[in-house]
């Protein structure tokens, strides 16, 4: 009824028969189901970066191999079938009740507990649905009451708030429920960094606090920079907007989400999640640490556009995911034509598939020219 690495083990030889020499891992870490969407949770909500997931234990080995042996046991097949192994990392988010919290509130940003229902994403007067937060747009921004309506809820963390009050709460087994209870928060959710999105907040995850300070770029614009940290488009684009005062701690822990899979396991990839969205030295930290391991650890760039192909490569990427997904389906009109022919010439290769993640399987797919 699961799927798991032990019965991943049986795959392998068809995979290997089929020429395929690299396997990727959607997210593998332990994941939340605190405020859920759908009935299974999403492993993009990530509570914890180094454990592996419990669900992902095979029942017909029971006690006989731990889950990480079981992991240890797929990543030795695919090598011994000189296939490689990738996984995906999400650096730039992490679940609601993420267990860093306990030991590292100021990380994370924070509404009152009681306000929580009436939490929504800003709309600015004036500016079109989905428009990248550039800064042109930033003072229309923060010239907007909504925003202000919106950064108002938020509030400092719990340990800054009364740590006294925190040292007495921060083991308790359900530390979301303890914090509402004792200080009437919870973690904000976080949302589209896009302007005028329509997408609702995204329930399940909250954004890091990259940076310790309001950005410098638009900190003119605020009407005071004494206030709780909030996320809004440009606290959460850090690889255009940057603060003073990096959060360096973060970082660290961060840039070692995948040493720790390579030095435990030997993965010899990781697909970067939002990564062209985090601070650029920070994701030239991610890249440098795993390759002072292996020179040859490879790295997917979560890039849909193939025409900034070059750039990632620039950044340290050895591929891009592409838009094949968009245009392979859409035979008819002549877009899987176009991705092929231009495919070749890009600085990078791209995946060759028509769905990922985040879209309907090929096989759920109405036949004919639609």
């Not at 009152?112 to 550039?134: D, F, H, Q, R």
């Not at 108002?152 to 708030?161: R, S």
């Not at 010899?268 to 062209?276: E, P, Y």
């Not at 879209?359 to 020219?369: D, I, K, S």
Request: aromatic share 10%.
């Amino acid at each position: 009824e699961t799927g798991s690495f032990v019965k991943m083990l049986a795959l392998l030889p068809l995979l290997h028969k089929m020429g395929i020499t690299v396997v990727y891992l959607l997210p593998i870490s332990k994941f939340s189901l605190k405020d859920k969407k759908g009935d299974l949770g999403s492993p993009y909500g990530v509570s914890n970066f180094t454990e592996l997931d419990p669900n992902l234990k095979d029942p017909l080995v029971g006690k006989t191999l731990r889950l990480d042996e079981e992991f240890q046991a797929f990543v030795e097949a695919c090598h011994i079938l000189e296939m490689r192994v990738m996984i995906d990392v999400i650096p730039r988010t992490n679940s609601v009740d993420s267990e860093l919290i306990k030991d590292h509130p100021e990380w994370f940003y924070w509404i009152k507990a009681s306000e929580y229902s009436t939490y929504k994403v800003p709309t600015i007067e004036g500016i079109k649905s989905t428009t990248s937060p550039l800064l042109e747009y930033m003072e229309k921004v923060y010239e907007s009451k909504d925003t202000y309506r919106h950064i108002n809820m938020f509030q400092y963390d719990p340990k800054t708030q009364n740590e006294t009050l925190w040292n007495t709460i921060k083991n308790n087994p359900n530390l979301a429920q303890a914090i509402e209870d004792t200080f009437d928060l919870r973690v904000a959710p976080a949302f589209s960094d896009h302007i005028n999105d329509d997408q609702p907040p995204w329930t399940d995850v909250t954004f890091f606090r990259m940076y310790l300070d309001i950005p410098q770029e638009t900190a003119p614009f605020v009407d005071t920079l004494d206030r709780p940290p909030y996320i809004l488009f440009d606290t959460i684009k850090s690889n255009m907007y940057h603060g003073k005062e990096p959060n360096t701690a973060l970082w660290e822990k961060l840039a070692d989400i995948v040493p720790s899979y390579q030095r435990r396991f030997g993965i010899d990839g990781a697909r970067i999640d939002m990564g062209h969205a985090l601070p650029n030295k920070l994701l030239k930290m991610i890249m440098e640490k795993a390759k002072d391991i292996d020179p040859d650890f490879s790295f997917i760039a979560e890039e849909l556009t193939p025409s900034n192909a070059p750039k990632a490569k620039e950044a340290g990427y050895n591929m891009i995911i592409g838009n094949g997904f968009i245009m392979e389906p859409r035979i008819w009109n002549g877009d899987l034509q176009e991705y092929m022919y231009d495919s070749i010439d890009l600085p990078l290769p791209v995946f060759a598939c028509g769905e990922t993640h985040d879209t309907p399987r090929l096989a759920a797919r109405e036949g004919g020219p639609t």
